[in-house]
């Protein structure tokens, strides 16, 4: 009795976040910073930021398949092909086989089990959210209103971007509200011809791509060891410099600067451990992913940064009397709405002249076209937008495979730049529908005991509406600027999951009968549980969501601790 | 949704990135479950004829050349041969290829031994690829000439004597700028590919 005592003394912190990932990352810094003592549980393995990047700095002979990915490997990773199809990066990718799924419907669920979760893969493009993506849903009476308004947000945007780094160029548009940011990424001949045509021409803006990426780095960079950008865009390796954001080269180093922080690998959160009396999670039950031992920890709050599926999951892997069908599920919502943007849609080109413009350095991110449908004063069928990402670059030696001819001429013309192209990815968004869910499985289970998810969600009819406008306006923007050859493409099936931008499940809501978070992220019905990941959206917009969920848990971090200062936890 | 139809995704998304045999070695994911690959070494894919063969069509394709761009043995530029192509691709075929692909690229090695392509003389040899190339390119299908030259080119422009004699090798680059560029003037590479 008396050990037992001693070890749940040990094991009790001030809070425990769960996930060390983009999101997770935040929650313990900004719970650390503001005096907390917190255990931070991470499911996968532990990767150091620099030394465990094995791959970053191999030239492309040292990679015994030059980068291509072996059939061995594409089959463990399945789900990330489109992404990990690569021998340098599919180490940060999370391997299907071993970590298995049901899609009832298909659905491409990536995962990055290890420390710094995603954000050791993402794209780094960081947009505000604008005043009309927080209207949305009232407006157009879908889903559930959302319980906070785009002003609430720009303080926390305003923090979160200084201490991210963003690059990117004030346009001061409504559509995509500027950031704080560091100097913008050049943009290439044909690039700058394409803005000015489309100005001109359609009166549409493009700007640089806003991305998460040191282009001069400030003091509070350089404090946590961060370096400014190379332009090896060799980013989905990891980086070395910590040029780009991660929680593994910014948040987490701030929050072990404070000394308060524990960080716990290869620990399984199953579920959460409820005080029934007081009607308060008292702790979480965690399985060591190589040993399968079950331990338990406690803390006065918790924060489920597991992503958006694998918060989801823990709550509805928590069952209790009072809960009977998942922690705070009462509104049935739990694992609804699933969201995601839809892509693998858009236009591409060739351009002819620019034969003496070329560009030095790889730069890891691309143009930007923000959405300008159903915007102002123009009205589609459909609802919602859709923005583009993309880039002109010139062909490079690989244009050889299909090309005619072989020997001297053949090899010397392939060691020159070949023609310009461009390309323009639409990003659109998903509404918000309760028949989009995933569930839990009933019999399935994985190896250490826990029950699968189950996928069942697809695009509909607004979707694929707004589908022919994302081809059509991408071709029309590149005739406009005189690119030949111009294709626009769409994939025919395309579907839930490839966007990578998983979003909703455990929507935040005014109301407790139609959602299971309050406006601070809180679990309406158990007060001491917030989730920050995008489980908590309650529609989609079309840009980027990253820098919202960050936003959002840094604010819920300070909610929090108000709330425990205050006695309310 | 099964693997061969995920494969056709990825590659609408990608627009034409992977070739067409790559694209048929990935589906073969279905049949993997079943078989193992790895086991053996590179160069007990060919027999050695096979290999030689490979090797003269590699050259073929990138052949060592002098400054004044001219197949040479006064090397200023390697060629396939020199960097080692046909063992590479002996590994790629293994590893990286179906087999559909491998089925079909062995088709085609064997019909060049048939032939005697080695016992050729250069021009036949070079008039022998020229017609494989032209009737490869009536039909959108994947062939032994699509493979052997992407095989060739991926070898030998990301090996460490073609990138340094072919382009202007940046690994750490540190700025992007829009820069312009002379007639003629190699390629930059910055390895950021693999
Ligand atoms: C290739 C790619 C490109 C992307 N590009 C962009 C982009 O350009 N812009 C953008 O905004 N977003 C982008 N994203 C999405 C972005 O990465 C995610 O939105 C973001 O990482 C989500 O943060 P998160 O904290 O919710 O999850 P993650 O960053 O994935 O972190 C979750 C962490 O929780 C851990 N975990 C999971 N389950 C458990 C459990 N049961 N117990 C303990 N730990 C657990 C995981 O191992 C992981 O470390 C991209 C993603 C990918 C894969
Ligand atoms: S391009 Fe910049 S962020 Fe990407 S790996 Fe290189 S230095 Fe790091």
Known sequence: MNLNLKAEKDQTYDAIVVGSGMTGGWAAKELAEKGLRVLVLERGYELKHVEDYKTAFKDPWEFEHRGKISIVAAEEHYATMYFSAKEGSQYLYTNDKENPYVQKRPFNWIRAYHTGGKSLLWGKHTYRWNQEDFLANAKEGLGVDWPIRYDELVPWYKYVEKFVGISGQPEGLAVLPDSTFLPPMAMTAPEVHLKNSVAQKLNRPITIGRVAHLTKPQPWHSAVGRATCQFRNRCSRGCPFGAYFSSLAATLPAARQTNRVTLVHNAIVKEIILDDKAQKAKGVRVIDQNTMEVREFYAKVIFLNAGTIGSTSILMNSKSARFPNGLGNDSDQLGRNLMDHHLAIGARGDIDGFDDDYFFGARPGSLYIPRFRNWGNDKRGYLRGFGYQGGATRADWSRGATETGFGSDFKKKMTQPGPWKINLSGFGEVLPNPNNRFTLSEDQKDKWGLPQVVFDADFGENERAMRKDIMNDGAEMLEAAGFKNVVAYDNPVAHMGLGIHEMGTARMGKDPKTSILNKFNQVHTCKNVFVTDGSAMASASNVNPSLTYMALTARAANHAVEQLKARNL | ?194
Not at chain 2, 148 to 177: C, H, N, V, W
């Open chain 2, 1 to 194: 949704m099964n693997r061969r139809e995920a494969v056709t995704q990825v590659a609408w998304i990608l627009g034409g990135v992977f070739s067409a045999p790559t694209l048929q070695a990935m589906s073969r994911w279905e049949q993997l479950a079943s078989t193992e690959t790895g086991s053996s070494k590179p160069g007990s894919f060919l027999t050695e004829t096979q290999h030689a063969i490979m090797g003269r069509v590699a050259e073929l394709i990138i052949p060592r050349t002098n400054a004044s761009g001219v197949d040479s043995p006064g090397v200023d530029s390697p060629g396939a041969l020199d960097v080692g192509v046909p063992d590479f691709m002996e590994v790629m075929l293994r590893d990286c290829y179906g087999k559909p692909a491998q089925d079909l690229f062995l088709t085609g090695v064997g019909e060049l031994e048939r032939k005697g392509f080695l016992t050729l003389s250069p021009d036949q040899q070079t008039a022998m690829l020229t017609q494989i190339e032209a009737d490869a390119q009536k039909n959108s299908n994947p062939s032994f000439w699509l493979i052997s030259k992407e095989l060739t080119l991926l070898g030998y422009f990301t090996s460490e004597m073609g990138i340094k004699a072919s382009f202007d090798y940046q690994p750490i680059p540190g700025r992007f700028e829009a820069i312009k560029i002379k007639p003629g003037q190699k390629d930059f590479m910055y390895g950021n590919q693999a």
